[in-house]
């Protein structure tokens, strides 16, 4: 009896280990097909969705514009505590990557903030990247934004690499992302 | 997809929500569905909050670890809460450690230990899926079969669902193996490893975004199969040798 109990086991240990390596190689991904076939959502290892806005010093950019280069795209409002903490620390990325390519673009929620504070707060932190003004609330929608601040580490295909969701982060954390997006291509 | 939970000016992240609560739950079954005297659960107890804790501060010291001279600069970010300085690797590895220390003073590092963790364990895998689906994370391929999800621009396989059902299932094997009359020891956590190995592997053959290795080969398929297969050893052997081996 105890022996075709452990002949049963036998049988089906080998049944389950075959069907596994089956599944394995018939479930095997094609990575070209994968990258062919991108379409652009907000999520990690998806086309960042693309977006064209005014910044605070009147210029007019699109993030497809900066397809080559390692993009940081910060949602923020001059009301909200852990964006205004985490800024001082986007600027060191800034200042310190700006060389190897990094662009940041630090998407401000105009639509439910106030613009003069905006201007006394990026005056006020000596911010120098550009301060794309989103008055509409259309990159909100179009990030299907929960909560501020959220941040998106897009590398130079324009693919998400990595969302942080609320704060504040802090320039470690920047760098610990930032570092796999600015090796490659270079 | 609900990747935050807003109570009011408060917003919580939800996956970290999950897995919070899955411990908690997790850690009450395992006192709850233990077949061992009261003295033991006190002791699991302990080692799971142990772990726990040490593994919480292992993570965030193998982070500073990793970048001393900005925590030098500002040595308060060293006890914050900010969860974006933790290091989930190093505290892994930490609470393993500190785990297996725990229980080798204890004396626990037995098969009992293993079966007593394993309601907690259970519980943690179906909150891997529930955090999935949550956060929008672990999605599935691209798919025109009539049970794909619409998500993230696309019809898709709804692998977030695949592994909750995977999870309730280990969650249910562990359940039957702990109530059953005299369980050999060491089997409830043999009979979950096979049956959690088994959803990932099915579930991540269904992903879209994973690591490869050669020819398209997906690196989590792979663990999951050497899990599989140590999990039938391990269960073959416990058989083979019923009793405690304490």
């Known amino acids: 009896m105890k022996a075709t109990i452990d002949k049963n086991r036998i049988i089906f240990s080998i049944l389950l280990l075959g069907f596994g390596a089956i599944w394995i190689w018939v479930t095997r991904a094609n990575p070209d097909e994968v990258s062919q076939t991108r379409i652009s959502a907000p999520q990690e290892g998806l086309l960042a969705p693309d977006f064209s806005l005014s910044t605070l010093d009147g210029k007019e950019i699109s993030l497809v514009d900066y397809r080559g280069s390692p993009v940081l795209v910060n949602l923020w409002a001059s009301w909200c505590p852990p964006c205004r903490k985490e800024m001082p620390d986007i600027q060191k990325a800034y200042e310190t990557y700006t060389e190897q390519g990094l662009v940041i673009l630090a998407v401000n929620a105009t639509h439910e903030d106030n613009l003069n504070s905006v201007k006394e707060f990026v005056e006020k932190n000596n911010l120098t990247f550009p301060i794309p003004l989103d008055t509409t609330g259309e990159v909100n929608r179009l990030y299907n934004l929960h909560s501020l601040p959220t941040t998106y580490f897009i590398n130079r295909n324009g693919i998400i690499e990595k969302i942080i969701i609320g704060g504040p982060m802090r320039f470690p954390a920047i760098e610990k992302h930032l570092n796999g997006m600015l090796e490659e291509g270079q | ?246």
């Open chain 2, 1 to 246: 997809m609900f990747p935050t939970i807003q109570l009011g000016p408060l917003s919580i992240q939800t996956p970290g929500f999950v897995y919070l609560a899955g411990f908690w739950l997790g850690s009450t079954l395992s006192e709850k569905w233990g077949s061992q005297p009261s003295s033991s659960t006190k002791n699991i107890y302990n080692l799971v909050f142990t772990s726990f804790v040490a593994g919480f501060l292992g993570a965030r010291l193998s982070y500073i670890g990793s970048t001393p001279q900005w925590f030098l600069k500002n040595p308060q970010a060293a006890v914050s809460l900010n969860s974006t300085l933790l290091d989930p690797v190093g505290g892994i590895l930490i609470a393993l450690l500190a785990g297996l220390i725990f229980s080798h003073k204890n004396d626990m590092l037995n098969r009992d230990t293993l079966d007593s963790l394993t309601p907690l364990l259970a519980v943690l895998n179906l909150s891997l899926g529930i955090s999935h689906l949550a956060s929008g994370k672990a999605y599935g391929s691209m798919t025109d079969l009539p049970w794909g999800i619409y998500l993230w621009g696309a019809s898709r396989h709804p692998t977030q669902i695949f592994e909750i059902f995977f999870g309730f299932l280990g969650l249910f094997v562990t359940w039957y193996m702990t109530h059953r009359s005299h369980p050999e020891s060491g089997e409830v956590f043999a009979s979950f490893l096979i049956t959690a190995s088994m959803g990932h592997l099915i579930t991540a053959g269904f992903r879209s975004e994973t690591s490869y290795l050669l020819w398209g080969i997906r690196i989590e398929q792979l663990v999951a199969y050497a899990i599989l297969a140590f999990g039938l050893w391990f269960f073959a052997y416990v058989r083979g040798n019923p009793g405690s081996d304490s």
